[in-house]
């Protein structure tokens, strides 16, 4: 069995290759899409030949300007194998190690979207548990679950109750030093394990990065304040590829417990909409709690899990 990476005259046999939508939602036509924004590139498609049949496909979501794999979004191997999670390691394994040869720091983790009840659909957890083996033999051994929810304009306008005020900064200093207080005591286990890691101040400049890269207006980003002029929080409304998305929120510490996570979700929502969202998507770990029921009081609905496996970060490669 050979492994490498797609070249275009594979491309006839890449779209033909055969998925299970039930833990795979790259199509053919999802994938001609990324192909078209430059969020896939057959060189960062692998597959596993024999002669001139592939017998498994693997697919990462890249980075418009650079091209490097951020995210392992589909694994496949065609059912005739005895032993797909054996097949799909290598497969993974081989592009790793073509990875980091490439100046790649980290390995991508791999995002599986399942339906909310998927532990109680056979065939789904059937589906995704060759899937973690083959993920966790190639290093991914971190599982973290979170819920998706959803906004639409049949959830109604959240109304502001008042008791904050909004304001824009254009310093994002400022906002850095915002992140750093909320990142103390966080309930978001990626914040809590980066923290561990990587430190306090490396954890949440990463994190910034990463909502200043999206293509969300920085003009949308909120700091929240009491009456008082006390700082509050932040709320930084966002967008990527698939549309409108909340970002980032948080409460200061010596602030929490007074409910502020909906007025600043209710602001994210309504600058949302004012730019022109007619969906609105967010994330919370499952074991958050209480942004859960925030994202429910505010007409969010629960749609979808994902599920996100990953190598530790304090695990040298």
Known sequence: ???????????DRILAFPIDTQVDR????HYRSGLDSRTYYLERTWIAQDDDRIFARAVWWCSQDSGLPLALDSISVVDSVPDRAALATNLLTAAH????????????????????????EPAVSAALAWR?????????????????????????LPESSGRLTFAAE??????????????????????RRGVEVVGIDAQVREEMDI??????DRDWWRLAYTPEGELAGLAIPSANAGGHVVGYLGVV????????????????????????A?????DTDTTNVPMARAFERAGYRNFAIRLVLSAPRDRPI
């Open 1 to 11: 069995m050979r492994f490498r990476s797609a070249v275009e005259a594979d491309l």
């Open 26 to 29: 790259v199509t053919s036509e």
């Open 97 to 120: 190690r073509a990875f980091l040869a490439q100046g790649v720091s980290e390995l991508p983790a791999y995002h599986v979207f399942l339906p909310v009840h998927w532990r109680d």
């Open 132 to 156: 973690q083996q083959a993920a966790s033999g190639a290093g991914l051994v971190e599982e973290l679950e979170r819920l998706r929810y959803e906004w639409v304009p049949e959830a109604g």
């Open 170 to 191: 254009a310093d994002n200093e400022a906002f850095l030093a915002v992140f750093k207080k909320i990142a103390m005591g966080s309930l978001d286990v990626t914040t």
């Open 211 to 216: 909502y200043l890269s999206m293509p969300g």
């Open 253 to 276: 510490p010596e602030m929490r417990g007074r409910g502020y996570v909906d007025d600043l979700l209710g602001e994210i929502t309504r600058i949302l909409i004012d730019a022109g």
């Open 278 to 282: 007619e969906r609105i998507v967010a």
